[in-house]
């Protein structure tokens, strides 16, 4: 039997988390103080080419000031997913914060009509929408037994406008959907589900994307930190407004000035909205 949570302690969960956005999300929770279970298939960063483990992550977080635990999972394993909700039970008994980011990227970029791309393509809509209902699916029993709780899902503006082809936009979409039904059912036990847009990330992949083309080609944009979405995340838990937030899509650099949320070098990331799109906009009764 788990010795459960000690006072003020804050469970996370951050699926996806090896590298990119789920890497620097974990790692802002953890600077917060969060405990952070990490996920993700890399154990070795010479599992893919842009390097990354859960184990690197997670000693991250714990520096950071938090305390980061690495779990190897396959996000396309629904009984691996169970497992590690039922070993939070037993540790802690009960959950935080759960952060749906776990998402398979095959061959979104490649040139061509989504017919001329390898199928793997559609894999995208196993591990990272199915996969993001599972682990909420898990996840909720332990959110409803703490009292409050968050479920995030990683956005992005390909919801409404088109980027990567139709699975990307598809996972996106029904990601906000699936944030919007969840919370509507989880309202009554005081527990949130929103989506929250990502901006341009400086991620280990996007560098090397961008290494890639010639340099008159690369955009001249600054990227926002992977951390500031996990900075967002932190506030929003600890807003009064979790509950009226609940249910919405929303844009992290739009919650940033809700929560006067700066990027990790003091930095205010911008909205894409205006020649990307976006959900509706928050009123201004909440921007003050």
Not at 253 to 268: A, H, K, P, Q, Y
Request: glycine residues 12%; aromatic residues 6%; charged residues 20%.
């Amino acid at each position: 039997m788990g010795l459960g949570k000690t006072f003020m302690e804050t469970i996370a969960v951050v699926t996806g988390a090896s590298r990119g956005a789920g890497k620097g999300i974990a790692i802002a929770l953890g600077a917060v103080g969060h405990t952070v279970y990490v996920t993700g298939r890399s154990g070795s960063d010479k599992d893919t080419e842009w390097g990354g483990t859960i184990h690197e992550t997670a000693e991250q977080v714990t520096e950071a000031g938090g305390k980061g635990i690495a779990v190897a999972l396959d996000h396309s394993d629904d009984s691996s997913v169970a497992e590690l909700f039922n070993r939070i039970r037993k540790e802690h008994g009960g959950l935080d914060i759960l952060v749906n980011n776990a998402a398979k990227l095959v061959a979104t970029t490649d040139p061509g009509g989504f017919w001329q791309k390898s199928l793997e393509a559609g894999d995208l809509i196993t591990v990272g929408l199915r996969s993001h209902f599972v682990a909420s699916y898990y996840a909720a029993p332990l959110l409803v037994a703490n009292g409050k709780g968050l479920i995030v899902n990683t956005g992005h503006y390909g919801a409404v406008c088109y980027y990567h082809g139709p699975a990307y936009g598809a996972q996106k979409a029904g990601s906000d959907k699936m944030a919007a039904d969840m919370a509507k059912e989880l309202r009554p036990h005081n527990v949130a589900a929103v989506s929250v847009w990502m901006g341009s990330l400086d991620t280990e992949r996007a560098r090397a994307h961008l290494a890639s083309l010639p340099e008159e080609k690369r955009p001249v944009q600054k990227r926002q930190s992977p951390q500031f979405t996990g900075r967002i995340i932190a506030a929003l838990y600890e807003s009064e407004r979790l509950m009226e937030l609940s249910g919405r899509a929303m844009i992290d650099s739009e919650l940033g000035t809700l929560f006067n949320v700066t990027d990790i070098d003091g930095s205010r990331p911008v909205s894409h909205r205006f020649n990307m799109g976006g959900p509706p906009e928050l009123h201004r009764s909440l921007l003050g």
